[in-house]
């Protein structure tokens, strides 16, 4: 599991690399945690994520949290099939901002 | 149309989720297993074998669980046994409010919800000193 990082506009994007499961969870958790402590608004780029744990979705949970789901601080985007079923499944696909691809998840922030 | 059966012995240690994939890896490689069916398999095994973990053994506590995969037609036959404390996941796992809102979420019960969602037919049994579990997936 590798976490990238870039800033984009003001916005922080983190691209995991990898299956988030019970163990890599940790890494994941580690980034997230990091970026948390300076950004104020925060994308997840899942196009590299073949798989998500409840582990992993807990990790999301925090972030959004932390970054309020419904105000533009917080988006997820690149979601695969089985990835956006899981978060369907957890009733979260209804609480947070999903969006296709990264440009998307930008603009959904702007303004 | 590919069959395959797998068995899968793992330490209730930091070591299981990584061996219990590397396993799976090799596994829907050998047998040509459906990617959607494999993340199905992966994500129940993965949840089932943390809970027990976390459950069914204190600290020190020599574990040992034992996964068996069956890939035959149009199906997954999932075994998994465990020396642990007496634990039925279907029971005694929290139930996850879905309706809640970001702020009042939490994450307890949402791996046995993945789990009850994905098997057409799950079930718990108290075998002797073993729990058993056992999972019909569509593959």
Known sequence: MIVNSETVGGVTVLSPSGRIDSNTAAVFETSVTKALAHAPR?????????YISSAGLRVVLVA?????????GFALCGLSE????????????????IMPDRDAALQSMAG | ?????????????????????????Q???????????????????????????????????????????????????????????????????AKPD???DVEEREIGGLGVLFVTSYAKEYGYERNGEKNVIRLLLDA
């Open chain 1, 42 to 50: 925060m994308i997840l780029d899942f196009s590299d994520v073949p």
């Open chain 1, 64 to 72: 959004a949290k932390k970054l309020g789901a419904k105000k533009g």
């Open chain 1, 82 to 97: 089985s990835v956006l079923d899981v978060f369907q499944l957890s009733g979260f696909a209804s609480i947070l901002t």
């Open chain 2, 1 to 25: 149309m590919t069959a395959g059966t797998i068995q899968i012995e793992l330490a209730t240690d930091r070591s299981a989720i990584d061996r219990l994939m590397a396993a799976l890896d």
């Open chain 2, 27 to 93: 596994f829907s490689e050998d047998t040509g297993l459906p990617e959607r069916a494999e993340n199905q398999l992966r994500l129940c095994l993965d949840e089932l074998v943390v809970n027990a973990i976390s459950y069914g053994f204190d600290d020190g506590m020599n574990g040992v669980i034992l996964v068996a995969v069956t890939y035959q037609g149009d199906s997954l036959a999932v075994r998994m046994e465990d020396n642990g404390k007496p634990f039925n996941p279907f029971e005694e796992a």
């Open chain 2, 98 to 100: 879905l309706k809640a």
